[in-house]
């Protein structure tokens, strides 16, 4: 997206980070009428929808509730796209909840340049108004704070080279690592808490910050017959390929992984194009996880729901547990780990499809798949790679209200239990769904309850204009797990950016609107007319 020449220097709301809670944050401030500044270190808003090209993963009762009316808009704007613009067969146009990947993962698979299309779309007629700049290719480097407030940010164009500082009243953190929380100071969390802290079930005997979940860098790829795709052999792939995990059933780079359920050895099956029609694929992740047939898994395109000749093939998003990489942490061990990091799951991910196209075991008894190519067109990079790595935990600010596995864990509040909260501010549901990590974890893959984002998850205990809008709101690193998906992360970024809105046309404070009934009623009111839904009916855990 173009950006002006000259930046405003000060605004009502600073976002910094333009994935899906930085967006639905800016969304909220300018509908508000209020201005603000969206910046992004990659040229493509979106986060894990786009720049990190992840499908979206969201509760079974998506279509019918569990979401913020402007997320359902997101997800009908992403439909009518295909319909509009796609050669859709009469009989996938016809599908009101179309899937248009037909992935198992997600109920609305789709390719991330679509949903760029569609969040740009959303945001441009608050940047014609001039109530939004968005600044993309910035990133954080300085906070100023005076007391218990942040008072500006330095960012920087990365380029040009240039430093900006803006200042602003209220400062929403929405990057993907809780960056500004390290910058400005402020109270957080990082990696696993000890048991003694909140006395999870599943948190380690001692605090660990450096176990994280791993990352993961997707990236897309079609499949064509005959052809011969494959590349040079990856620097590292001699290592990927004899690696095998304490936990691992056999190597890494192989079709047998761990149920992330029950820890059980299963085999996975690889079957590019498959012939079957499209329309009858079903994606319930409360009745099956779908990821045991890893083409269908995160397929994006399903070259069946369109006239016939329209694609050649099928484009899947690999985001499996062949490529999460965990050997290093992203978070909190220093530039040159976590670089080393990213350059790591890099080189996976380069290993992972050259294995496939070389050694990865056929259906017909053969080896190699040399048709798959990488897509640099679905992901907007020279290599094919996802521009962004997927990352699964941010560091979380010390909240006035902490989420635990007590509030949500199926086995501890039984299936129609979780915590009720009065501030609530919205709703989610997912499995409570942790990767394996830098501390050497296999999954932790527990059920839970649909659940509710108390208000006091968004409130540093100290800081009163510093906000989370995105996965770095109060929880643990157990809870994490299910509060990390993409309805909650825009669902939280969206209240981010009402309460800032609000704060400043009402003169209180986020901590005054939690604490006095009347001001919380008051914003309850703003949230209730914007279509957030803050309760749920009765619906039972998974």
Request: aromatic residues 8%; hydrophobic residues 40%; negative net charge.
């Amino acid at each position: 997206m173009p950006e002006p020449t000259s930046p405003p220097a000060e605004t009502d709301v600073l976002i910094v980070g333009g994935g899906l809670g930085g967006v639905a944050a800016a969304l909220a401030v300018c509908r508000a009428g209020r201005r603000a500044v969206l910046t992004e270190e990659t040229d493509w808003v979106g986060g894990q929808l786009t720049a990190q090209a992840v499908p979206p993963d969201e509760h079974p009762w998506i279509e019918q509730f569990g979401a913020t009316a402007s997320y359902r808009a997101l997800r009908g704007h992403i439909r009518d796209y295909y319909r509009r613009w796609y050669p859709l067969r009469s009989e996938a146009l016809a599908v009101t909840e179309l899937n248009p990947g037909a992935g198992r993962v997600s109920k609305l698979c789709h390719e991330p340049r679509v949903a760029l299309a569609v969040l740009e779309a959303m945001l441009a007629p608050h940047r014609a108004a001039g109530r939004l700049t968005v600044l993309t290719e910035h990133r954080p480097v300085a906070a100023e704070t005076e007391g218990d407030a942040v008072r500006a940010v330095t960012l920087l164009d990365t380029r040009r080279g240039v430093r900006r500082t803006v200042t602003a009243p209220y400062v929403l953190d929405a990057t993907e690592t809780g960056e500004l929380l390290e910058l400005a100071g402020v109270e957080h969390a990082l990696g696993a808490e000890a048991r003694a802290e909140f006395d999870e079930p599943h948190a380690p005997d001692e605090a660990q910050p450096l176990n994280q979940q791993g990352i993961t860098v997707c990236f897309a790829v079609s499949h064509h017959a005959g052809e011969d795709h494959v590349g040079d052999r990856p620097a590292d792939y001699a290592f990927w390929r004899s690696y095998r995990p304490e936990f691992w059933p056999g190597p890494l780079l192989g079709f047998t992984a761990p149920d992330p359920r029950t820890l059980e050895p299963v085999e996975r099956s690889f079957r590019p194009n498959p012939e079957s029609d499209p329309l009858v694929v079903a994606a319930d992740q409360s009745a099956d996880a779908g990821d045991k047939e890893l083409w269908g898994f995160r397929r994006i395109l399903a070259r069946g729901l369109h006239r016939p000749g329209a694609f050649d093939s099928d484009i899947t998003l690999v985001n499996w547990p062949l490529n999460d990489y965990w050997l290093k942490p992203l978070v909190g061990a220093g530039e040159a780990v976590a670089a080393e990091a990213l350059a790591g799951a890099r080189e996976l991910s380069r290993s992972v499809l050259y294995w496939l196209q070389t050694e990865a075991p056929r259906p017909d008894g053969g080896t190699g798949f040399p048709g798959l190519r990488i897509r640099p067109d679905v992901t907007g990079t020279p290599d094919g790679l996802a521009k962004s790595a997927y990352v699964r935990e941010s560091r979380r600010i010390k909240a006035v209200t902490t989420v635990t596995e007590h509030d949500v864990a199926i086995d501890l509040v039984g299936p129609y239990g979780g915590t009720r909260h009065r501030d609530s501010v919205g709703v989610g549901g997912y499995r409570i769904d942790l990767h394996p990590s830098t501390g050497g974890d296999d999954y932790i893959d527990i059920g839970s309850v649909p659940f509710e984002i108390p208000l006091g998850a968004l409130l540093p205990r100290r800081v009163g204009n510093l906000l989370p809008a995105g996965k770095n709101i109060g929880t643990t690193h157990i809870t994490n797990g299910c509060y990390r998906l993409h309805p909650v992360e825009w669902n939280v970024g969206e209240v981010a950016g009402a309460l800032a809105a609000h704060c400043l046309d009402a003169k209180v404070t986020p901590h005054q609107v939690r604490e006095e009934e009347q001001r919380f009623a008051d914003f309850a009111r703003v949230l209730d007319r914007a279509g957030v839904e803050r309760h749920w009916p009765d619906v039972r855990g998974y």
